[in-house]
């Protein structure tokens, strides 16, 4: 199966291009209402799947140069460095290292004694607009769930950018990265957006430049209830694993018939089975994540992580094996019944393995507080004599859910040449004591807790009770 | 009235008795918190007997034949109080029937009466005593109708007697979701509260129950005569009536309710903007059991939240308890009272002194729920609810060494534990892991 798909792909391939093509040739026909019958077929041709239909327009807003001294910083990827320089300019990290790392002249420079610096915060797995505040029926665009596949929606078609959660995750949580995945009613409830956590009227212009689309899964509870309590299939664990693997299997047919109807669901899993879009699967008990990873060696795709996975620790080696992350909370446990072995230690044990942990909200509360999850993850490891440093704690909330999103070579760390999101904290922040006091996106101070002036108020807020308080 | 209030008092004398299992037991060379809102005093000492506190704080003196147990500096603290919660009334909160917080398919509602359905051995109870939490309010919440019901006072030894206080007050929805549940508009939730305490208003004094009362909407009784008796104590100021409200306007109009009914003992539940009617309350006061870190237009009543909500209405002289129900879980209390004193550094914020936080997750809920000086706090007389921290209660890498209710030392085991035990590893060579237990 996997030879005979392999050689349909380079024939679906081959297709794609071609429509492509003609897509460039067409590309200034404009609009279908253009209509004459010379022009019809160029007219009446949407752009191909790999057109990037709606493509990213974010732009780092304008920065100076500048450079942060006298802090603690954690690089994001296990290094720390007792009172060392942050140096970025024209939007990027140009130098990180110690108290003698030259700063240039004639610069900003920002005295981070007795505070931290670490890369920006990342939220694997967020609602934010497509779950907005506030939560009224009419906003509630999160899960399409009238079928228990839909690889053919798109979170970023979901997503509301005047959602005050992302100045409140900027400003509190020190976030400047954010997934935003379609919810878990579904076994396939479609393609998530990467975002750059930047206020803006479009979606496009919070879209993060080259991230790979994700895609979102679903295993137990969820799906089987859902779609079990309306009569049809799935109603049990099986009945979602049979679903699954025929919606793959139809999958691998479209991908190896170079004749086959352009089909925005099968696009979306033929690009999963491709390795260019990730997929993030809610998962909760360990041996259902044990029979997705055969599942998806059956299909010939790659987990990439489990979300969720409170039970993640007892499946640590497998996890490792197979090189899948487990995006998962500190403490939350007990709310359904797949989440009843929710333990505390579920990170430190994961590390004790060598898996990769990343520690993610689903909450547009906890995404302010990413850090002190962290920490209480962390701290739980310790009570149980497993020491992880803080400087790969860090790494949790910051390089390995950049990996995980498939924007790791970008950010998620501070690296020259790294785009320079950066987070200075007033104290440890793995602390509760300690807020984001500047976050810069690409460079830019997107957030100043010492200027009023410098904190984001939505669209929504204007004119309300509250607008523009400390939040 | 009188005979009532006295009898009310034996019954809490009765249900804070020291269990027999109780120690004598004196700790030294702790960082003690008193928890009436003043800061930890270094090198103090708790004295435990008979289950109850005799002294707390600096130069307490070494009894004879009580054995001192050495804290080596560590914090030492009353047991938190949680409210408002629905510990011990839940196993899983999504599978219904192991879960008895609502009871929307009863024609009852105000006549709930929570403390007969505690479970003291829940897991629940289990894991929010081992994070330190030794005393809760627990509730059955609004559903059929906007009367909860009438929530209890629990320790959490996970003996037989986990009730300390039944009956502590009543339960009423009059925020967004009071209107909903009332057929659809706030409006309606204040007819009908207003309908249910002159109900009640005509009964007092009367014994039995009434004949006929009754309020229905569709299949639903808003108000059974059940009900309308069981709003006798709240109307007449013998129990506590907690209010649920969020916006500002929300929070006047319950306010307001005491010129028509002057004997009502209020207590604001949520109350995300009750910054901006401060003084009001204050003016009123009426205690508040706040969300601590609401700062989302999560709805249209919540449109001015902000975390510095707490610091600001302490700040015009509320009283305020950091609610518990607005956590992921209870066990959260102190952490979110850790974000209020993080808050003091954040410029323009309004947040609460370490001292203050505290308080505000140990006496002072206790206060509110009618046990002033008696629990939440050590001092003398006081429930022997004590907890020896592994650092710092409020920062969130820290978690109870030991926790003692009642004088008595408390497993920390629970479910969680033992998942925690047997994964500690995960070699299996010489056998399943169902053999390591």
């Known amino acids: 199966m996997t030879t005979n798909f392999a050689r349909g792909l380079g024939l679906a391939m081959a297709g794609a291009w071609a429509l492509a093509a003609c897509t460039t040739t067409s590309s200034d026909s404009g609009g279908a209402q253009a209509g004459a019958a010379s022009t019809k077929a160029a007219a009446l041709a949407a752009k191909g799947p790999r057109d990037d239909p709606f493509a990213s327009t974010y732009a780092p807003y304008p920065n100076i140069a500048t450079a942060i001294r006298g802090a603690t910083i954690y690089d994001g990827k296990g290094g720390k460095i007792e009172n060392g320089v942050v140096f970025m300019s024209g939007g990027k990290i140009v130098s990180v290292g110690g108290p003698d790392t030259p700063i240039p002249a004639d610069i900003a420079v920002f005295d981070g004694t007795g505070k931290f610096v670490t890369p920006g915060i990342i939220d694997i797995h967020s609602h934010l607009g497509n779950y907005p505040t506030p939560g009224v029926d009419a906003h509630s665009d999160g899960n399409e769930a009238t079928s228990p596949t839909t690889p053919d929606v798109w979170a970023e078609h979901s997503v509301w950018p005047q959602d005050p959660g992302f100045t409140r995750a900027l400003a509190n949580g020190g976030i400047t990265a954010l997934q935003i995945l379609p919810g878990s009613a579904n076994l396939m409830g479609g393609r998530s957006v990467t975002l750059k956590n930047v206020p803006a009227r479009t979606v496009q212009q919070m879209k993060f430049p080259g991230a790979p689309y994700g895609f979102k899964m679903a295993c137990g509870e969820n799906p089987k209830r859902v779609y079990g309590g309306r009569g049809r299939m799935p109603s049990t664990r099986m009945g979602n694993f049979a679903v699954n693997r025929q919606t793959w299997l139809d999958a691998i047919d479209y991908a190896n018939n170079e004749k086959a109807r352009r089909d925005l669901a099968k696009e979306t899993l033929v690009g999963v089975l491709r390795g260019e879009i990730l997929v993030h699967n809610h998962c909760y008990r360990a041996d259902e994540m044990a029979l997705v990873m055969d599942m998806a060696k059956e299909m010939g795709y790659k987990v990439t992580a489990f979300h969720h996975a409170v039970e993640a620790y007892k499946i640590g080696d497998l996890l490792r094996e197979n090189d899948v992350c487990s995006a998962i909370w500190a403490d939350w446990y007990g709310f359904k019944m797949e989440a009843y072995d929710g333990i505390m230690e579920n990170a430190a044990y994961l590390a004790r393995e060598g898996a990769c942990v990343v520690i993610h909200s689903d909450d547009a509360n906890d995404i302010q507080r990413l850090n002190q999850e962290a920490a209480k993850a962390q701290a739980a490891g310790r009570r149980m004599g497993i020491n992880i440093p803080d400087a790969t704690v860090i790494g949790w909330i910051t390089h390995n859910p950049a990996k995980a999103m498939g924007i790791g070579d970008v950010t998620g760390s501070l690296e020259v040449g790294k785009m320079a999101d950066v987070v200075l904290w007033n104290g440890n922040p793995l602390s509760v004591y300690s807020r984001p006091e500047k976050v810069w996106i690409d460079g830019a101070l997107m957030f100043d807790a010492m200027n009023p002036k410098t904190r984001p108020v939505s669209d929504f807020e204007l004119g309300q009770p509250g607008a523009g308080d400390v939040k | ?437």
């Open chain 2, 1 to 437: 009235m009188r005979r009532f209030v006295a009898l009310a008092a034996s019954a809490v004398a009765v249900a804070l008795a020291a269990p027999a299992l109780a120690q004598d037991v004196f700790i030294t060379n702790a960082r003690v918190v008193i928890g009436d809102g003043g800061e930890p005093i270094e090198g103090g000492s708790v004295l435990v007997r008979g289950g109850r506190v005799v002294a707390a704080g600096s130069g307490v003196a070494a009894p004879a034949g009580v054995p001192s147990m050495d804290a080596g500096g560590r914090w030492v603290t009353p047991g938190l109080f949680a409210t408002l919660t629905s510990l011990g009334l839940a196993d899983v909160d999504a599978v219904g029937e192991s879960n008895d917080v609502r009871a929307g398919g009863a024609p009852f509602s105000a006549s709930l009466d929570a403390s007969l359905a505690i479970n003291p051995t829940s897991q629940n109870i289990l894991v929010h005593r081992a994070a330190g939490i030794t005393r809760a309010a627990t509730t059955t919440l609004p559903s059929g109708s906007i009367f909860g019901g009438q929530g209890a006072i629990i320790d959490l030894d996970g003996d037989a007697n986990a009730v300390t206080l039944p009956r502590a007050f009543q339960l009423v929805d009059l925020s967004e979701g009071g209107g909903r549940i009332a057929g659809g508009s706030r409006v309606a939730a204040q007819v009908l509260l207003r309908g249910a305490l002159r109900e009640a208003q005509a009964l007092s004094g009367r014994s039995g129950i009434p004949a006929t009362t009754e309020i229905i909407k569709g299949d639903k009784v808003m108000l059974g005569r059940f009900d309308a008796e069981a709003l006798v104590p709240v109307v007449t100021g013998r129990q506590k009536l907690y209010v649920m409200a969020e916006r500002a306007a929300d929070i006047r109009s319950v306010l307001a309710l005491k010129a028509e009914f002057p004997r009502l003992d209020l207590v604001l539940v949520g109350a995300s903007e009750g910054w901006l009617v401060a003084a009001e309350i204050a003016a009123a006061k009426v205690p508040v059991i706040a969300n601590g870190l609401d700062d989302l237009p999560e709805t249209f009543q919540k449109l001015a939240s902000t975390q510095s909500n707490i610091g600001r209405m302490k700040a015009a002289g509320v009283t305020v308890a950091i609610n518990a129900e607005a956590a992921q879980n209870p066990r959260r209390l102190s952490q979110t009272a850790g974000n209020l004193v993080a808050l003091t550094k954040v410029p323009g914020a309004a947040g609460l002194s370490w001292g203050e936080a505290f308080a505000a997750i140990s006496s002072v809920p206790a206060s509110i729920s009618g046990l002033a000086g008696r629990a939440g706090v050590l001092a003398p007389g006081a429930v022997g609810d004590v907890v020896i921290w592994g650092g710092d209660p409020l920062e969130v890498g820290s978690a109870p060494a030991k926790v003692f209710i009642s004088g008595v030392e408390q497993s920390l085991e629970s479910h969680q534990s033992g998942l925690r035990q047997r994964y500690r590893d995960l070699d299996e060579s010489a056998r399943p892991k169902a053999f390591d237990w």
